[in-house]
Nanobody
Framework: QVQLVESGGGLVQAGGSLRLSCAAS????????MGWFRQAPGKEREFVSY????????YYADSVKGRFTISRDNAKNTVYLQMNSLKPEDTAVYYCAAGAIARIYAALRDRYEYWGQGTQVTVSS
């Protein structure tokens, strides 16, 4: 069992940065791949980024590539999402998720077994 708690969201101006954290409880954290998803009002939850259990495989949605960086610290049971050059269209609730998932399935939200409660990111123009 893995429980996930996101933090670090907030209000930022366009062009600014935020760093999201996802703290996990449970001894199985290091054996799980982690993903970040987001959901804007009226839209479906969409894939943002993925990192394998070892950190050796990383994948980004095209919309955030070059601006967002995912990382993890297995000793701290935490995964991070550094978000730079934020745009108003990045405004959404951001969720972290965990599961035993190969990179090929990274963008498929139904593959993830555990989800956090989400943290709001708002980017003003």
């Amino acid at each position: 069992q893995v429980q996930l708690v996101e933090s670090g969201g907030g209000l930022v101006q366009a062009g600014g940065s935020l760093r999201l954290s996802c703290a996990a409880s449970g001894r199985a954290f290091s054996r799980n791949a982690m993903g970040w998803f987001r959901q804007a009002p009226g839209k479906e939850r969409e894939f943002v980024s993925y990192i394998s259990w070892s950190g050796g495989s990383i994948y980004y949605a095209d919309s955030v590539k070059g601006r967002f960086t995912i990382s993890r610290d297995n000793a701290k049971n935490t995964v991070y999402l550094q978000m730079n050059s934020l745009k108003p269209e990045d405004t959404a609730v951001y969720y972290c998720a965990a599961g035993a998932i190969a990179r090929i399935y990274a963008a498929l939200r139904d593959r993830y077994e555990y989800w956090g409660q989400g943290t709001q990111v708002t980017v003003s123009s």
